[in-house]
């Protein structure tokens, strides 16, 4: 076997997601990377794999890179403050000032060195990123988050109505800047950061700007990001401005930013009734669920565990700054708490989250918006991170490797990710 950068072995505790409901762990074993992908976990080294290099993890535990489906990476300045609105104040109160500030090369450039320092150090291989309406600060981004060795999607947002006009364009301007924005990206060559199209919501993006980037993703074959049915004032004010659609996902299917050949992520779906989740799992779009930003905003808690049911795309996601943080460790526990609280209070025909499940969201259900990601299986990009769970006192002794794995989301840190591994490459 050739020998080459990205072609090696891990050796350790290995545990990633088999299905939705199992988790496969495994005492002492090897996980095989060639060109930067899996060939899949062996318990004893197979001969044609002998001369590749291998690390020892020592035992520690290895599990895959996760992805963070929707995150907004101006947003990453205020996290942690101005929990006190729900999200139309919020954004008109914190959010817009926020990310107006981008205009500011130097202020974006300050902010981003943060956000792509701090992405690169925590548990998030890939990533779905908004960034702001301004494409130099967007590029900017795309530049950092470029050399952070994460792999993600970043979008220049898209906004034409019901925006202060220090933040607003005009409907021409944002599809122009968009088109701008894209040539650009092409001749930067990026090999990791890819763009996608992202109207920020309804209640922002009129139906002829909504339908100019639906011909544009048709153009330059986009996928596309936005947000529905997070929070009831939201959703009643899309009823307002589009009387004529189906349901509030409609917007986006009726203008082409959603359907069965246009990849999209559509973060929260706390409300959407049954006719919309038929339309979401029809059209092979991807629910980001956002359990910190659901609290936060008092916006309700998604069904995951009904959607996953159905057979639909679920991944997780931070949300920054409605999610206060980034970690993905964070999230795996808040979508387990925020499911506990949502089965008792107001919905006891609908489960609570399993570990196994909450952890398949975070690894193999966002992955799949990459590819195959988010796994060991052979043939999955080979993501991976090696955790020190060893450094968690305990007077306990023989906890099974699903054990330790649990025990790790609930009790680590970032700080106890040894190595960080993306597509083959360590990070870390
Ligand atoms: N809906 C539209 N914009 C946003 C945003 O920035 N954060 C959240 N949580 N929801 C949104
Ligand atoms: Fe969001």
Redo the contacts with the bound molecule.
């Keep these: 076997m050739k020998k080459e950068d990205n072609s090696f072995v891990l050796r350790g505790a290995v545990v990633y997601s088999g299905s939705e409901t199992e988790l496969m762990a495994y005492e002492d074993a090897f996980v095989v990377c060639v060109n930067g992908v899996s060939e899949g976990v062996f318990t004893e080294l197979p001969e044609v794999y002998k001369a590749l290099p291998l690390t020892d993890a020592g035992g520690m535990l290895i599990m895959p890179g996760m992805t963070d489906l929707h995150i907004?990476a101006p947003?990453y300045a205020l996290r942690g403050s101005y929990m006190d609105l729900e999200?139309l104040p919020w954004?008109n109160s914190y959010?817009f000032p926020e990310e107006a500030s981008y205009a500011d090369l130097g202020y974006a450039k300050k902010a981003y060195e943060i956000f792509a320092t701090e992405m690169r150090s925590g548990a998030t291989a890939r990533a779905c990123v908004?960034a702001t309406a301004h494409q130099e600060a967007t590029l900017l981004l795309m530049e950092m988050l470029e050399e952070s060795g994460l792999m993600t999607f970043v979008g220049k947002v898209n906004m034409d109505r019901n925006v202060p006009d220090y933040y607003a364009e005009s409907t021409e301007q944002s599809l122009l800047a968009t088109r701008e924005w894209l040539e650009a990206v092409q001749n930067k060559g990026f090999k990791k950061t890819r763009p996608i199209l992202t109207p920020?919501?309804t209640?922002?993006c009129s139906r002829e700007l909504m339908q100019g980037l639906g011909k544009l993703a048709a153009e330059y074959d986009l996928p596309v990001q936005s947000?529905l049915s997070?929070?009831l004032s939201?959703i009643d004010f899309v009823k307002e401005l589009e009387p004529d659609v189906s349901c509030y996902a409609d917007s986006y299917l009726r203008a082409g930013l959603m359907g069965k050949d246009r990849p999209c992520v559509m973060?929260?779906c706390v409300w959407s009734d049954e006719t919309e989740a038929e339309m979401l799992k029809d059209n092979g779009a991807f629910i980001a669920h956002?359990p910190e930003?659901n609290i936060n905003?008092c916006?309700g808690v998604a069904p995951v565990k009904r959607y996953l049911a159905e057979g639909m795309h679920v991944g997780l996601a931070t949300?920054v700054s409605?999610g206060t943080s980034a970690s993905m460790f964070a999230a795996i526990r808040n979508a387990i708490y925020a499911s506990k609280l949502r089965f008792r209070l107001y919905d006891e025909n609908t489960a609570p989250l399993s570990f196994p499940e909450a952890f398949y969201i975070a690894t193999k259900g966002g992955g799949a918006f990459f590819g195959k990601a988010g796994s060991f299986e052979k043939g999955y990009l080979f993501d991976a991170l090696i955790l020190d769970d060893a450094s968690i006192p305990t007077a306990r002794t023989g906890l099974s490797v699903s054990e330790r794995a649990e025990r790790f989301i609930y009790l680590g840190s970032e700080q106890l990710i040894r190595a960080k591994y993306v597509s083959g490459e360590r990070v870390f």
């Design positions: 907004h947003q999200l954004l959010v908004f920020r919501f209640p922002s947000h997070e929070n939201e973060a929260h956002s930003s905003l916006s949300d409605a």
